[in-house]
């Protein structure tokens, strides 16, 4: 075959690609259904109990299925946008200063939400909303174009690397005056995944490696609650009535719930024992209703959709949808690994929900947004010739 002749063949694809707009990976796609059908039955499971309070056993359901209509909406409008809409200068100009207005008026007294010492949220038409969500996304938008546009510069340290991490680095400045080190930290490693997919030398990212590291312990060392977080994990029932209470609440969970667990809503830690069993610990709600084989079940899910989206950022032919599908994908498996390891126990506790599954209307719609994206690049595998 001429080159002339694939040149014509590829044409013609493409062609055929604007007129059909190509198909999207429907592994993706189903995956994201059975995340959220099982998150709301965990999230039920999780959150009935306060109808003595509410009167609604629903609620939390129901506040979060208004926030999957809304990701549906966002969903299916972003699956719809050609994602090199997002390389525009001044929609990346745009994502970032609204990211940091948003991050800005969180800190404002009266303007953001004040619980339990942090300031995290703001009130939007009755919903809670965590800037900080927002500015996850607006990051890996801009690291993708960044690192797109530096090409094999990536692989220079001080014009390379450096200038690319300087947008993370502030959001992860402002993130943390929330005060909010896990988010913060989980915008710091998915940008070094992302800098990892785009080709840095090994010995660069084992540098930034040791910096955030550094960086991450002198600021859990920083505060007197976030050193007892750090040395309470390592044996929390030594702790049990200060900050090691909810990790071995969370262990006591798992152990109730052994292998198969005690059954849909049965589990008994929730009730009167494990702090924020619908949000930051649901995963342990999750061990006692539903077992380890429920566990199993979710981890499975998860990495299942993480194979699902690296595989879209490995087929997609274009650099900047390559490294968004990447970003995208490690945003989801990042904060699902941080999560899952509080509450087992692997890493320090803090407060980092769980995709798809804790109480949050607009998280879930906004990470739904994110997956719409994600389907779009996934039509461009339809540009390859095979």
């Given amino acids: 075959m001429t080159e002339r002749s694939v040149r014509h063949m590829r044409h013609e694809r493409g062609a055929a690609l604007k007129e059909t707009g190509g198909r999207m990976d429907m592994r993706v796609l189903v995956l994201l259904i059975l995340l959220l059908m099982c998150g709301l039955v965990s999230l039920f499971s999780a959150s009935y109990y306060t109808f003595q309070d509410s009167g609604d056993a629903y609620a939390k359901v129901r506040q979060q299925l208004a926030g999957i209509a809304l990701g549906t909406a966002a969903l299916t409008a972003c699956s719809r946008i050609p994602y090199r809409f997002y390389r525009r200068p001044w929609v990346i100009l745009s994502l970032l200063a609204g990211s940091a207005a948003l991050l800005a008026l969180v800190l404002i007294p009266g303007i953001g939400v004040l619980a339990n010492g942090s300031r995290r949220w703001l009130n939007l038409a009755g919903m809670s909303f965590q800037p900080s969500e927002f500015a996850k996304f607006a990051m890996i938008v801009y690291m993708a174009n960044a690192l797109c546009n530096k090409g094999e510069r990536v692989r220079r340290f001080f014009t390379g690397l450096l200038p690319v991490l300087l947008v993370p680095g502030v959001m992860f400045l402002m993130i943390l005056e929330q005060p909010n080190l896990s988010t913060a930290g989980s915008i710091l490693i998915v940008a070094f995944v992302m800098v990892a997919v785009a080709g840095a030398r090994v010995h660069h990212l084992g540098v930034l490696g040791l910096g955030g590291m550094a960086l991450g312990l002198y600021y859990a060392w920083s505060e007197p609650y976030r050193r007892e977080r750090l040395l309470s994990f ?3 029932f030594a702790q ?3 900050e090691g209470y909810q990790l ?5 969970a798992f152990g109730s719930g052994g292998l198969f667990g005690m059954g849909l809503g049965q589990g008994r830690q929730k009730t009167a024992y494990l702090p924020y069993p619908e949000s930051d610990f649901i995963f342990a709600s999750i061990a006692e209703d539903f077992g380890l084989v429920g566990c199993l079940c979710v981890v499975a899910l998860f990495l299942a959709f993480v194979y699902a989206g690296l595989r879209v950022a490995l087929r997609c032919p274009d650099r900047f ?7 995208i994908t490690a945003m989801i498996g990042v904060q699902a690994f941080l999560n899952m390891g509080v509450v087992v126990g692997i890493l320090p506790t803090t407060g980092l929900p769980l995709p798809f ?4 209307g607009t998280s879930v719609a906004i990470f739904m947004a994110a997956v719409g994206v994600l389907l779009n690049i996934s039509r461009e595998d339809e540009w390859r010739v095979r």
């Fill in 240 to 242: 049990m009535s200060d």
């Fill in 321 to 327: 949808g390559s490294l968004l599908a990447a970003g």
């Fill in 234 to 236: 390592r044996d929390p």
């Fill in 357 to 360: 599954f804790s109480a949050g």
């Fill in 248 to 252: 071995s609440q969370s262990l006591i």
